[in-house]
């Protein structure tokens, strides 16, 4: 967890790595209760979590052939129960743009999955401040000319007040207030993988997450000292974005 911070103030990063599409994909220990989890998920609330454009179809499809070139079980229409990691189709529009075309995102870290599809990358990530401006055209410049045949992974993180890995914002989830405890915070980590599917021209987006008591990244020193020099750093449009602002001197505090 510690490499996820950089020395320095804190700031949104592209923080690419190469990895393999087929390491990502395929099942990794504890898959078994994720995929429960998201049966249940998409069981209960389908239109949240599972939505398709016509234009994603042969996107899905594709995904699906090379699911089966890397081994992975996983087959299509029910994809989004048979595979752990939460996943979205993109393509470019005329102008360039990625476009969010459909996926299956059973553990959104609070935001509404179903409200972004149809919606260019620039439009999705206009909620997040000085994000389009500082790497909007890098990111787009990237995904629509990304290297094949090699996944492309990167990580967000964030802090929350319950370690439940659905935060969809109709859940209205415990938030982190200035009297939190620390055994009351839990530290989460979205590894992502960026992937061309090069036949559609379309991109993949893979998401895993991972889940850890604060207590947990206070007894790891490099990342105990990383998340306390975002926390000191980061600038307050941001706190507010990433939900931290009432606690941000509270979690420096548990921190220090
Ligand atoms: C290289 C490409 C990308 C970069 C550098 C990037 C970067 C980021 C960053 C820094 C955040 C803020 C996270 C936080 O600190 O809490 C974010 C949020 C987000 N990104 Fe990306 N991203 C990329 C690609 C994508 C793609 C392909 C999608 C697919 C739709 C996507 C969807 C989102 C969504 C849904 C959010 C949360 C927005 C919300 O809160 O409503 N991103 N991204």
Redesign the pocket.
């Known amino acids: 967890m510690d490499n996820l911070f950089y020395p320095g103030k804190f700031e949104?990063?592209?923080?690419?790595e190469r990895g393999e599409p087929a390491r990502f994909f395929r099942s990794h220990t504890g898959d078994d209760a994720l995929l429960a989890q998201r049966q249940k998920i998409l069981t209960d609330h389908p239109e949240r979590h599972s939505v398709l454009l016509p234009e994603g179809k042969p996107l899905l499809a594709e995904f699906a052939r090379l699911l089966a070139d890397w081994g992975t079980a996983a087959k299509p229409p029910t994809l989004g129960q048979d595979l752990a990691p939460d996943f979205?189709l993109?393509a470019p529009n005329a102008a360039g743009m990625?476009v969010?075309l459909g996926g299956c995102v059973c553990f959104?870290?609070?935001?509404?999955?179903e409200e972004?599809v149809g919606r260019p990358?620039d439009w999705?990530?206009a909620?997040?401040p000085t994000?389009n401006k500082k790497?909007g055209e890098?990111?787009r410049g990237?995904?629509t000319k990304m290297p094949v045949g090699q996944a492309?992974l990167?990580a967000?993180?964030?802090l929350t007040a319950s370690p439940a890995l659905n935060q969809h914002p109709a859940l209205g989830l415990p938030v982190l207030t200035p009297d939190i405890g620390l055994g009351d915070v839990w530290f989460r980590i979205?590894r992502?993988a960026?992937v061309a599917l090069p036949e559609t021209g379309g991109?993949l987006?893979g998401i895993r997450l991972e889940v850890f008591p604060l207590a947990e990244v206070r007894a790891n020193e490099p990342a105990r000292l990383g998340l306390l020099e975002a926390l000191q750093t980061m600038p307050d449009a941001?706190a507010d974005?990433?939900n931290l602002t009432p606690a941000r001197a509270r979690l420096i505090e548990l921190l220090g």
């Not at 949104?12 to 690419?16: A, K, N, P, S, Y």
């Open positions: 949104f990063r592209m923080g690419l979205l993109l990625p969010l959104p870290s609070s935001w509404a999955f972004k990358l999705i990530h909620v997040v994000l790497l890098k990111a990237f995904l492309w990167r967000n993180w964030g979205e992502q960026l991109i987006f941001i974005y990433k």
